[in-house]
């Protein structure tokens, strides 16, 4: 588990209401290639989701947000 989290947790240095705003986690759809076929930052992003994921305090929330040029 990412050590930020940890402490966080640890250390109850998050807001019961409070959020962890992450950018980045589909790194333009390669988390979604077999692990094999994935960047090096890919497969540490992937592992990061599943973490999140599975995480039994996590209320995740999903906003997209398009940039148009």
């Given at each position: ?55 039994s ?13």
């Open positions: 588990m990412p050590i930020y989290l940890v402490t966080l947790a640890k250390d109850n240095l998050l807001a019961f209401i409070g959020f962890i705003c992450v950018d980045n986690t589909l790194l333009q759809g390669q988390v979604y290639l077999r692990s094999e076929e994935r960047a090096k930052n890919a497969e540490a992003i992937a592992c990061y989701n599943r973490i999140v994921k599975d995480d305090h996590s209320r995740i929330s999903v906003r997209c947000q398009f940039e148009t040029a």
